[in-house]
């Protein structure tokens, strides 16, 4: 059949659990590629499969592989005017689901750690929607802290130590840099315009972020400290919703032009801009680790059904991923440990 490689693997009960062993195997050569054996309990079959998985993506192609990972994204449900929001996760592939959050109110826009075990988020309720961060572990949800104004767009920082957020008052938007250990705050835009959606370089040296300084919104780059910004989109259209490869070398973006929605990537220096989708209404796209695929929303505009959809940076493999309800606004979590 022409193969370049072939799987094998034994399951075997053990005293402790369960005992998984799998062999990659060059056909060509008769030689083994790799071989791993895994000791768990039995319940944990799906996770051993994604590390599988990930092995052999990694030797077959000298990619890290993206199989063990999740993502945290808002379930959707209800009519257009009473919309129930809720904070969910599952596995990259849609398995293991679990709601986070009860609907009692309005949450947007999460984003999970570098750690993987925490999760900051939008919650909409008065006297203003503030930043919330919510513990995987105990199950817990506290505010970001106590401020002024309208809280939104977290984003943590490459070590976790970090948060960059949009904060709003009097009418008008700016990013801050938050230390969550010491809640101290440090503002890093100061313009009359909409500062928002800022996102970290992997090295944590430059942050990209959306503005309308200059009289539509369009994509900018500044240092870590603030500053000085340079903008980085010069195509036709609106642009906003940037996220840093975890690679360093693109940037994915929402693009609106010609009446459709595209998800974009371009490099850091607005270069070779390349658009991968295009229909009524894609949005928030998300890395996998590996910066290979972009994870995103896309809405129908027949059925009004919010779904996640991924893609390959070489705009090829376009597939849905199965949600039990409509979904946005996703975002990757790290290889789990």
Do not use: C
């Amino acid at each position: 059949i022409n193969a370049q490689a072939l799987v094998t693997g034994t399951v075997q009960t053990t005293p402790a659990g369960t005992a998984v062993e799998f062999r990659l195997w060059d056909v060509f050569a008769g030689g083994q590629l790799r071989g791993v054996r895994y000791d768990t309990d039995a319940d944990n079959w799906r996770r051993v499969a994604h590390k599988i998985a990930d092995v052999v993506y990694e030797r077959m192609t000298g990619e890290t592989g993206y199989f063990d990972t999740r993502i945290v994204y808002i379930s959707e449900s209800g009519p257009a005017v009473r919309r129930v929001k809720r904070l969910a996760i599952m596995d990259q592939d849609g398995a293991d689901h679990r709601f986070l959050s009860d609907g009692g109110n309005l949450v947007l826009t999460p984003r999970i750690a570098p750690d993987g075990r925490r999760i900051a988020y939008m919650v909409y309720q008065t006297p203003a929607p503030q930043v919330y961060l919510y513990d995987l572990a105990t199950g817990r949800q506290n505010p970001l802290g106590a401020f002024s104004g309208m809280t939104f767009s977290p984003r943590f920082s490459p070590d976790g130590q970090e948060m960059l957020m949009t904060e709003a008052n009097s009418g008008n938007s700016d990013i801050y840099a938050y230390i969550t250990a010491t809640r101290q705050r440090r503002r890093l835009t100061d313009d009359p315009a909409i500062d928002t959606s800022p996102s970290y370089a992997p090295d944590g040296s430059r942050i990209v972020f959306n503005s309308d300084r200059g009289g539509s919104p369009q994509l900018y780059v500044m240092d870590r400290a603030g500053g000085s910004a340079r903008r980085i989109s010069f195509g036709a259209g609106n642009y906003g919703s940037p996220a840093w490869s975890p690679r360093g070398d693109q940037i994915a973006f929402t693009k609106f032009k010609g009446g459709l929605f595209h998800i974009g990537i371009m490099e850091p220096d607005g270069a070779n801009e390349r658009l991968l989708t295009r229909s009524f209404l894609d949005d928030a796209p998300t890395w996998a680790p590996n910066g290979r695929v972009i994870m995103f929303t896309r809405q129908n505009p027949q059925t009004d059904r919010t779904r996640l959809y991924s893609i390959d940076i070489t705009g090829y493999n376009e597939r849905e991923i199965p949600t039990p309800l409509d979904a946005s606004d996703p975002d990757w979590s790290p290889l789990r440990s």
